[in-house]
């Protein structure tokens, strides 16, 4: 009974990110290997923003924790891995956005110094 309307798809074009089975997209052989299918894994961004990498190091330090009550060392020195990599990330985004802050004030300062000299 639900079938009395017809439904008309709408053919979509293929994605350019979209991995086929039959081999390349280009019509040469040649394999372009930075474009390997792992440049776009980390489409949200989540490695950018600084509450996120936070979020992964507790996750991962109560884990090893969880683990090492459980008497798996292995495994919590695992996951100690785990959050130190995230550590290392934050740093690296804290360092970024010092780098980026001393440019804008570098910045700000000249172009101060551009007005007062017009003057």
Do not use: C, W
């Amino acid at each position: 009974m639900n079938n009395i309307r017809r439904r008309n798809y709408r053919s979509r074009p293929q994605k350019n990110n979209f991995r086929r089975r039959n081999g390349s997209i280009n019509a040469s052989n040649v394999h372009n290997f930075n474009n390997n299918g792992n440049l776009n894994f980390n489409r949200n961004g989540s490695m950018n923003n600084v509450h996120s990498v936070e979020k992964a190091i507790q996750k991962f330090q109560l884990l090893a924790k969880d683990a090492q009550s459980n008497g798996d060392p292995v495994l919590a020195q695992n996951y100690l891995q785990h959050a130190d990599h995230y550590l290392r990330r934050l740093n690296e985004l804290g360092d970024r956005k010092e780098t980026s802050f001393e440019k804008s004030k570098n910045l700000d300062n000249e172009a101060s110094v551009n007005k007062s000299s017009d003057k």
